[in-house]
């Protein structure tokens, strides 16, 4: 018999580590109530400080996260973090969530005024953006 290789669903590393620091901020904000600084994130998850530098940069443009000058400084959540969700986060950091090409609206797939499998991969796309939308920071850092 065959042996088959396991496939897992691999969010990007943007997606992965993005998760991680601001993670990092909102446990930093709600336990010390003060700001995180790029380098103890990066010491504590073992990451680049400068990519955290480009990630932070991308949830700074949405406005999820701010930034504190001084000898103090660091990153800070610009909201509480039950107000900040999963989706919010991943569309910040990687674009528009979608499963399958058809569905991003850009018609590059051939088949998609067509495509049988269609109607299913729009329900899986809800039901993951619906999930990730249920999903906030504060329910990682409990």
């Not at 674009?95 to 590059?108: D, K, Q, R």
Request: overall charge positive; charged content about 25%; proline content about 4%.
């Amino acid at each position: 018999m065959k042996k088959t290789k396991a496939k897992f669903f691999q969010p990007t590393t943007k997606i992965h580590y993005g998760l991680r620091l601001i993670a990092r901020i909102a446990s930093a904000n709600q336990v010390k109530k003060k700001p995180i600084s790029l380098g103890v994130v990066a010491k504590n998850e073992k990451l680049s400080r400068k990519y955290l530098e480009e990630l932070a940069g991308l949830l700074k443009k949405a406005k999820l996260i701010s930034s504190v000058r001084g000898k103090q400084g660091g990153y800070i959540l610009s909201q509480p973090a039950n107000k900040i969700n999963l989706k919010q986060i991943i569309v910040a950091l990687d674009g528009p969530i979608n499963p399958v090409i058809c569905l991003a609206g850009n018609n590059l797939c051939s088949l998609e005024k067509g495509c049988l499998t269609k109607p299913a991969w729009q329900m899986i796309e809800r039901s993951l953006i619906n999930t990730l939308e249920k999903i906030d920071l504060e329910d990682l850092i409990i």
